[in-house]
């Protein structure tokens, strides 16, 4: 079977009894990085007799039928770096493959970044969608952000601290400088440390240059109610444009959560008065 292993994000102890006993007992280890992989054995004590496969995001294709076709009559373990495979690091794509072969799959759970700074974050954790790494390029993050400007669960991003001002900063422009966040650096490590405050703190903040990997947590937006009135001035406009009333509706009706039979017929009567 195809074994998914979550490995330490920082401190040694949170490593399962599960993972150091199937590091010890596999005959086949798939790792993002080998190097990372024998280093954490060494640490953890345990004597790796398994053949070892790097497995990352340059050569993950090209390693799926090879792993495939081992996992269909011995076990594969596969581990990331840091955390859980496939969750913003390589085993997607081995997981999709080993899937639709029909192999079984399972996982040993365990350290999670995510959820580490999730819970510590003070923010609702009822509902919450993870992002992954924020893009690189100013146009490509703020476009990011703008795609999510009306999400209303918390919002779970990682970044480096090398770009974490400019990060913070894009945030701020798009949610609001006003809009609650926090920044984690250094789970589980000895210099852990949690930021809180709105958005305009943690730029201030983040001026300082945190070192550390770093993950953001974003609230979601509140819900605004806006009287229909106005929203029938916005489907019209839109209608003025060129779109489509029932279009018009639909769309204003989604973002803003309300009936779209209801702001119909009042889009209705408003052109009917017009």
């Not at 596969?78 to 496939?86: E, I, L």
Request: aromatic letters at 4%; one cysteine or more.
């Amino acid at each position: 079977m195809l074994i998914l292993a979550a490995t330490p994000i920082g401190n040694l102890s949170d490593a399962s009894p599960r993972l150091v006993e199937h590091l010890g007992r596999v005959q086949h280890i798939a790792a993002e990085d080998t190097r990372n992989l024998s280093k954490l054995a060494g640490l953890l004590g345990v004597k790796v007799h398994a053949k070892l496969y790097s497995l990352h995001e340059h050569n993950e294709s090209d390693r799926l039928v090879q792993l495939v076709d081992i996992a269909a009559t011995e076990d594969v373990l596969v581990v990331s770096d840091a955390g859980m495979p496939t969750v913003s690091d390589p085993g997607f794509q081995l997981v999709r493959a080993a899937a639709e072969a029909g192999l079984e799959i399972t996982v040993i759970p365990g350290p999670s970044a995510v959820l580490a700074a999730l819970a510590v974050s003070g923010l609702p954790t009822d509902r919450f969608t993870f992002e992954g790494f924020i893009p690189r390029k100013d146009g490509e993050r703020r476009s990011a952000f703008e795609a999510l400007a009306a999400e209303a669960r918390t919002m779970v991003f990682f970044e480096s601290p090398h770009r974490i001002l400019e990060s913070l900063q894009s945030a701020a422009v798009v949610f609001g400088a006003s809009r609650q966040a926090t920044v984690s650096r250094e789970l589980t490590k000895k210099f852990e440390h949690t930021e809180r405050g709105t958005l305009a703190d943690l730029v201030s903040w983040a001026a300082s240059e945190p070192k550390g990997e770093m993950v953001i947590v974003i609230a979601g937006a509140t819900a605004v109610e806006v009287p229909l009135e106005k929203l029938v001035l916005e489907a019209l406009d839109l209608v003025a444009g060129g779109t489509r009333l029932k279009d018009a509706v639909a769309e204003i009706a989604e973002h803003h959560g309300v009936s779209k039979s209801a702001l119909y017929q009042l889009c209705l009567d408003a052109k009917q008065k017009a």
